[in-house]
């Protein structure tokens, strides 16, 4: 019963874990807005992440795509662009240091991004497109440079580089799997000419004005790019951007995270296969241990058949047995891990679908059945001449 046991459990927790996280992702991407559309450097299979993703360094995508994307009439249902280029760099305000990400912002960042200031300003759209050395600071970065105390109007270093605090982010937390408080925000310009020493963006945000715009004005974000970028076959072949809405990213998620599960669910089942190797020896172990009292059933009568069902019966209900202790095992684990994942502050939700139940049992049923046949015929084909003699 052991490995059925194991088996079973193994199947519930895996399926569970695999519907949370998957759930897990889904939420967080859904906290970010199902009108998002994102741009990125590089042609990528439409069923594969974006080369940039993979860590490629890829130089096609520019400040000026960003700007011809805002307030463009080909794409009258785009509310918001913003241009992004990310680094990890040290921070520095008197005898405080900290690493943490730094941002440069262009365009409608509030638009697209949400989040609200808790104190002073935010970058004019003038300053985010000239060389200004002003910082916005997430709630988590202020805490660490300056504890309670005020940042407006005084500077920091970033990359040995001064910066006058012009406001603090309200706290926000983890959107999409990024700490929007331990981050801060300073001019695009700024960021890719004096910190980072670049021409090119990293990626590009854009917000639309209804969900249900999206798959037409992920067309028509395309097309604008293509002009930019001088490209007139219009099938994508000779793309050198990728252009992605919420809905295809929720869409290969699901693709990834269900192989995923899939594939973690049938390793699990190996060890539902060995319990059941497992039981049809130690079946085959009973048989002998009862020959006579086979002997003597098949002297007073019984047939083939009823000796068979004998055996088979037993077996699926030494299996079922394991089935509901892997099943009610499982299910406890499964509770736990959610409750100590909800309680490291991640919405995770608890799930053991039906389907999973019945998949543990039914195959809990079907290996008791298979691997129970042949002991159970071997016990119905014994003579009950030379069974009764059996010492």
């Known amino acids: 019963m052991l490995g059925i046991i194991i088996g079973v459990a193994a199947v519930i927790i895996i399926m569970a874990l695999g519907a949370g996280a998957q759930g897990l992702i889904i939420n967080q991407v859904k906290t970010m807005g199902t009108n998002?559309?994102?741009?990125?450097?590089g042609k990528s299979d439409s069923n594969g992440p974006p080369a940039s993703a993979m860590g490629i360094v890829i130089t096609t995508l520019k400040y000026e795509d960003a700007m011809a994307l805002r307030n463009n009439p080909q794409a009258p249902r785009i509310a918001g662009v913003v241009a992004y280029n990310n680094s990890s760099e040290n921070l520095s305000y008197q005898?405080?240091?900290?690493?943490?990400?730094?941002?440069?912002?262009?365009?409608?960042?509030?638009?697209?991004?949400?989040?609200?200031?808790a104190e002073g300003r935010f970058l004019s759209d003038n300053e985010m497109k000239s060389l200004s050395r002003l910082v916005v600071l997430g709630d988590t970065v202020k805490q660490q440079l300056f504890g309670d105390s005020s940042p407006i109007g005084k500077q920091i270093k970033i990359k040995n580089h001064p910066f006058e605090v012009v406001g603090v982010m309200e706290k926000r937390g983890k959107v999409a799997f990024q700490d929007y408080d331990d981050l801060v925000l300073i001019p695009n310009l700024t960021m890719?000419?004096?910190i980072l020493g670049i021409d090119y963006l990293n990626f590009i945000r854009a917000a639309?004005?209804?969900?249900?715009?999206?798959?037409?004005?992920?067309?028509?974000?395309?097309?604008?790019?293509?002009?930019?970028?001088?490209?007139?076959?219009?099938?994508?072949?000779?793309?050198?951007?990728?252009?992605?809405?919420?809905?295809?990213?929720?869409?290969?998620?699901?693709?990834?995270?269900?192989?995923?599960?899939?594939?973690?669910?049938?390793?699990?089942?190996?060890?539902?296969?060995?319990?059941?190797?497992?039981?049809?020896?130690?079946?085959?172990?009973?048989?002998?241990?009862?020959?006579?009292?086979?002997?003597?059933?098949?002297?007073?009568?019984a047939s083939n058949g009823k000796i068979t069902l004998q055996f088979l019966i037993e077996t699926v209900i030494i299996t079922l047995i394991g089935g509901l202790i892997g099943l009610l095992t499982g299910i406890l684990v499964s509770f736990l891990a959610a409750a100590i994942i909800r309680n490291l502050g991640y919405s995770w939700d608890f799930s053991v679908s039906p389907f999973s139940i019945f998949l543990a049992l039914g195959v809990s049923a079907a290996i008791g059945l298979f691997f129970g046949l042949y002991p159970a015929r071997k016990a119905a084909k014994m003579d009950p001449v030379e069974a009764l003699r059996y010492e």
């Open 192 to 194: 890719r000419k004096t």
């Open 36 to 41: 998002k559309i994102g741009i990125l450097p």
């Open 95 to 117: 005898n405080n240091s900290y690493i943490t990400t730094v941002r440069g912002v262009a365009g409608d960042y509030f638009m697209v991004e949400g989040g609200k200031l």
């Open 208 to 301: 639309v004005d209804n969900e249900k715009n999206m798959t037409e004005t992920t067309d028509e974000v395309k097309n604008i790019l293509r002009a930019q970028h001088g490209i007139t076959d219009q099938t994508g072949a000779n793309d050198d951007f990728d252009v992605r809405n919420s809905a295809d990213a929720l869409k290969m998620i699901l693709i990834f995270t269900n192989a995923l599960k899939l594939f973690l669910t049938a390793m699990a089942s190996l060890s539902l296969l060995v319990g059941g190797i497992g039981i049809m020896n130690i079946m085959l172990v009973r048989v002998n241990e009862r020959t006579r009292e086979i002997g003597l059933r098949k002297a007073v009568g």
